[in-house]
C-alpha cells in the first residue's frame, strides 16, 4: 500500500484507479466525445483546480479541433433573515455565443455550480453544453442532473491523485488513490 508524507504525518493510500485504467478510460471517453461532436469545433471549459489533469488528457485524445478554456469558480454564503445564500461567481467571462461547449469537471459531486454554469452558458447562447467528469459522485447530488461522460462512479469522500487533492497534497500522484484509515489534512475535493 503506498503512502504520502505531509507535513511529518504519513498516510496510507489505497489506489482505486492506476494511472494504466486511468489513461485508458480517458481514452475510451475521447472516443465517445469525438464521435458525438463529429465534424463540429469542441469548446472545452475545465472548472480548476480540479479538471486541469484531466482535461490536458483529455483533449489530447480527441479528435478534430478544440478550443481551451479554463475558468474558476468561487462560493460564497451570505447571510440573510432566515437563513443564507450562496452565490457562485466564475472568471473569466467566456464568449459561448454558438460555440458547442464541453464542460469538464474533476468532481461532479452535487451538481449545484455545474447546473449553475450550464444555465448560464445556455442563457449566453451557447449552441450546446455537455458535462465531462472524471470521478461522479452521484450519491451526493443535491439536483437532478446527468454527467454526459464520466470516467469513474466512486462514492469516496476524499481522493487524491490525477489532479485531485488539495494545493499541497496529492494532486500530482499519477493515480488516483483514497486516503485510508484517518482523516486526510484537509477536504480539497
Not at 90 to 117: A, M, N, S, Y
Amino acid at each position: 500500500m503506498p503512502e504520502i508524507v505531509h507535513k511529518d504525518v504519513k498516510y496510507q493510500l489505497e489506489i482505486v484507479a492506476t494511472a494504466e485504467q486511468i489513461q485508458k478510460r480517458v481514452r475510451e471517453m475521447a472516443r465517445q466525445i469525438s464521435d458525438d461532436f463529429r465534424g463540429e469545433l469542441i469548446y472545452a471549459i475545465a472548472v480548476l483546480e480540479d479538471g486541469f489533469m484531466f482535461m490536458s488528457d483529455l483533449v489530447r485524445a480527441l479528435e478534430g479541433d478544440v478550443v481551451c478554456q479554463f475558468l474558476k469558480t468561487y462560493v460564497t454564503e451570505q447571510p440573510r433573515q432566515g437563513g443564507s445564500t450562496r452565490e457562485i461567481f466564475f472568471r473569466p467571462e467566456l464568449e459561448v455565443i454558438g460555440k458547442h461547449v464541453l464542460l469538464v469537471q474533476g468532481v461532479l459531486q452535487t451538481g449545484i455550480t455545474c447546473d449553475f454554469l450550464i444555465r448560464h452558458m445556455s442563457s449566453c447562447g451557447a449552441a450546446s453544453v455537455r458535462i465531462a467528469t472524471f470521478i461522479d459522485r452521484s450519491t451526493d447530488r443535491r439536483i437532478l442532473l446527468r454527467a454526459d461522460y464520466f470516467g469513474f462512479l466512486l462514492d469516496h469522500r476524499y481522493v487524491v491523485g490525477y489532479g485531485l487533492g488539495s494545493a499541497d497534497f496529492g494532486r500530482n500522484l499519477p493515480y488516483l488513490a483514497v486516503v485510508a484509515g484517518q482523516a486526510p489534512p484537509s477536504q480539497g475535493v
